[in-house]
């Protein structure tokens, strides 16, 4: 839908404000109290503010800020006069998809046992992502034993690392790469690869390996 035929809709009251709405997008109700709290913080307006300068009482403007209450088009427009946003403006990314980003904070990957745990690797899965056609797991590694034998891996996939610090002798097959803060390397992950010697600990590294769904 576009913008204009947002406002028609809402002219004509054919946009529900229902909060039974079971649309999997974001509730227009919403939507709309994002964008104009956003926008109020943004122009360092408070709602006393945006209520008298709108014409509007201050509960009706934190019930829409709130998307607790269904609200006319002209309503919306004086209160969208008051913050300096666009009525059109408004509407323009409301049928954006919302996407399925996830996040993960800092510390808080899930420990998990690879083959490399019991020699002292310390591996922490970030997220998981399934396509339609791929999927990926991307690990935070850490390894603190110099004198550690490592074994090697061998597993379907691509597979792309990343130094953040320490220094690592890598082996990928017959080849051997000196690998220091910032480097990279991506290689067929089923051709046997892993560290051949540590050189500087403790060294920590980003695994992200992507598999081909059949």
Same mark, same amino acid.
Do not use: C, W
């Given at each position: 839908m576009t913008t204009s035929r947002h406002i028609d809709a809402l002219e004509k009251g054919e946009i529900s404000f229902s909060r039974e709405s079971r649309d999997p997008r974001m509730k227009l109700e919403q939507y709309i109290a994002m964008q104009v709290k956003a926008k109020r913080t943004q122009q360092g307006l408070?709602?006393?503010? #945006?209520?008298r300068i709108a014409g509007l009482s201050q509960g009706m403007v934190s019930k829409i800020e709130n998307a607790q209450v269904s609200t006319s088009l002209e309503t919306l427009s004086r209160l969208c006069?008051?913050?300096?946003?666009?009525? &059109?403006?408004?509407? $323009? &990314? %409301? *049928?954006?998809?919302?996407?399925?980003?996830?996040?993960?904070?800092?510390?808080? !990957? /899930? @420990? #998990? #046992? =690879? =083959?490399?745990?019991? /020699?002292?690797?310390? %591996?922490?899965?970030?997220?998981?992502? =399934?396509?339609?056609? $791929? $999927? %990926? @797991?991307?690990?935070?590694?850490?390894? *603190? *034993?110099?004198?550690e034998v490592f074994p090697t891996f061998s597993?379907? !996939?691509? @597979?792309?690392? %990343?130094? +953040? /610090?320490?220094?690592?002798?890598? =082996?990928? !097959?017959?080849? +051997?790469?000196e690998m220091g803060p910032g480097d990279s390397l991506a290689f067929d992950a089923e051709v046997p690869h892993g560290p051949e010697e540590l050189r500087e #600990?403790? +060294?920590?590294? +980003? $695994?992200f390996i992507l598999y081909d769904d059949k």
């Open positions: 408070k709602i006393t503010d #945006v209520a006069d008051a913050i300096g946003l666009p009525i &059109s403006q408004l509407f $323009s &990314s %409301y *049928d954006h998809p919302t996407g399925n980003a996830q996040l993960t904070k800092a510390g808080e !990957g /899930k @420990e #998990v #046992v =690879r =083959r490399g745990t019991d /020699k002292g690797h310390t %591996y922490q899965l970030l997220n998981t992502q =399934r396509g339609k056609k $791929s $999927s %990926y @797991e991307p690990f935070l590694i850490t390894m *603190d *034993d110099a004198s597993h379907p !996939g691509q @597979e792309f690392i %990343y130094i +953040l /610090k320490g220094q690592i002798l890598y =082996r990928h !097959g017959n080849q +051997l790469f #600990v403790p +060294l920590q590294l +980003l $695994s």
